[in-house]
């Protein structure tokens, strides 16, 4: 198993639409601009208050919630593992089975009654007077 990456936690890209910097979410066009104090704050409380809100609620409910996604994720790869995939395996085999009787029994039957037909509606001549 490969080592945690501590420093890139989203090394696919999977999360890169979720847009949380400062400069992402608030922004004052030119001419609409507060006074330098109040932005610095606004930039201040803003990241204080969002890393914090973050913090609380991954400490109190990340690891339920990555349990339970672990939990989901097993249950779904059982489901492929064990299930699914050898039922469609079983549907391959009985189809493929179920292929060579069939073709069996055109072959035999019914391939016999069309040519049969063929070469009557072949002598068939048209003739315009």
Known sequence: MADLDMEHRDPNAMNDHVKVMFEDVLAEPDGAHSI???WNLSY???NGGKNCCYKLLTTLCGLCIALQWGCTFAQLTF???WCFT???RFCSIYAGCCQKVIGIF???CMAPFCETCGL???K???TKS
Request: charged letters at 10%; a neutral charge.
């Open 124 to 126: 068939i001549n048209i």
């Open 106 to 108: 055109v072959s035999c």
């Open 44 to 46: 201040k409380c803003f």
């Open 36 to 38: 330098d104090c109040v």
């Open 79 to 81: 489901g492929q593992v």
């Open 86 to 88: 050898p039922g469609l």
């Open 120 to 122: 009557l509606f072949s």
